[in-house]
């Protein structure tokens, strides 16, 4: 797959990723907030993060990476504080 260029913190996007198990390979959807980008070129790391029945998951893909098949933006937003909710403190 090709690095997709444009992406940046606060895009909606669905990610694709192919698993293996023992003699079957499925595709599993992934779909969250962009949370964070790094590196450039085939070095692109994005951390992707989804809330289901009040749990947090942020996963990290590399971008370039042969298991992803396909990423789809979902919302196009611009976002500056994409990270600030990750970081929050809980108050009390």
């Known amino acids: 797959m090709e690095a997709i260029e444009g992406l940046r913190e606060g895009q ?5 990723q192919k698993i293996t198990d023992a003699k079957k390979e499925r595709i599993v959807p992934f779909q969250g907030k962009i949370i964070k980008v790094k590196g450039a070129g085939l070095n692109k790391m994005i951390t992707v993060q989804n809330a289901l029945e009040g749990v947090v998951v942020d996963r ?29 403190k809980k108050r009390k």
């Open 12 to 16: 909606f996007v669905r990610i694709y």
């Open 60 to 88: 990290i893909f590399p971008v370039s990476s042969p298991t992803l098949t396909k990423i789809e933006l979902m919302v196009v937003k611009e976002s500056k504080k994409a990270t600030r909710k990750r970081n929050a």
